[in-house]
Every structure is written in structure tokens, then in C-alpha cells.
């Protein structure tokens, strides 16, 4: 299995920026796709980004289209999230998540589907 540690949440303003950073170790970091999801207090967990194995591929939810990069080292065993013009709804505990991609398709963007999880960093966005 991988374990995965978030990092690089705090307290910013509105129309800051953040780089999250989710480091990687155990099994073979490529051989993983990666997301990074978003709980909001009292919401469910929705994907933000996610990330092929080879980094590829990507994927962005609508809302932060244009304003969020996920990119990945893979001799780092490292997944960034890097967040622009934050805004006071970017705010909630970001996870990010691994899963060995099946079915043909390299991107999940699911939490159900992701197998392995970290601990989660918050962040915060004043208005």
C-alpha cells in the first residue's frame, strides 16, 4: 500500500495563492493516479483535480478551472496542488488519494473508487 501526507494548508485571503503539497511513500508512486478532493464542513468529498500516472492527463472541477494546477513529480513521489485567486468557497480540509487506475480510464475522480487516502490539510479563505 502508499501512505500519503498532505501539507502546505493555512489561512490566507481571498485571491491568494497556496501550494499543497502531498507526499508519497511505500509502493511505487507512478504506478498510481492521484487526486486531490475537497470537504467543505457538512459537505460531502468532491475531486478538484486529479492526475494520470504519468501526469499526462488531468482533470479539473468547474470551479476551479483556470485557477488550479495539479501536477506531479514522480522522482519526488510528490503530488502539488497549486491554488490562485482563492476564494472563501475554496475553503475545507484538502485530501489527496491514490488509486491504481483499471478499466482503461486514468483518471477517478470518485472518492469511493480512490483506495488510499491522507490525513488531510485545512484551508481557509477569508473574505
Known amino acids: 500500500q502508499v501512505q500519503l501526507v498532505e501539507s502546505g494548508g493555512g489561512l490566507v485571503q481571498a485571491g491568494d495563492s497556496l501550494r499543497l503539497s502531498c507526499a508519497a511513500s511505500?509502493?511505487?508512486?507512478?504506478?498510481?493516479?492521484m487526486g486531490w478532493f475537497r470537504q467543505a464542513p457538512g459537505k460531502v468529498r468532491l475531486c478538484v483535480a486529479a492526475?494520470?500516472?504519468?501526469?499526462?492527463?488531468?482533470y479539473y472541477a468547474d470551479s476551479v478551472k483556470g485557477r488550479f494546477t495539479i501536477s506531479r513529480d514522480n522522482g519526488k513521489n510528490t503530488v502539488y496542488l497549486q491554488m490562485s485567486s482563492l476564494k472563501p468557497e475554496d475553503t475545507g480540509v484538502y485530501y489527496c488519494?491514490?488509486?491504481?487506475?483499471?478499466?482503461?480510464?486514468?483518471?477517478?475522480?470518485?472518492?469511493?473508487?480512490?483506495?488510499?487516502w491522507g490525513q488531510g490539510t485545512q484551508v481557509t479563505v477569508s473574505s
Open positions: 488519494a491514490a488509486i491504481i487506475p483499471y478499466g482503461g480510464i486514468s483518471l477517478r475522480t470518485s472518492a469511493s473508487e480512490y483506495d488510499y
Open positions: 511505500g509502493r511505487t508512486f507512478s504506478n498510481y493516479a
Open positions: 492526475i494520470s500516472r504519468s501526469g499526462g492527463s488531468t
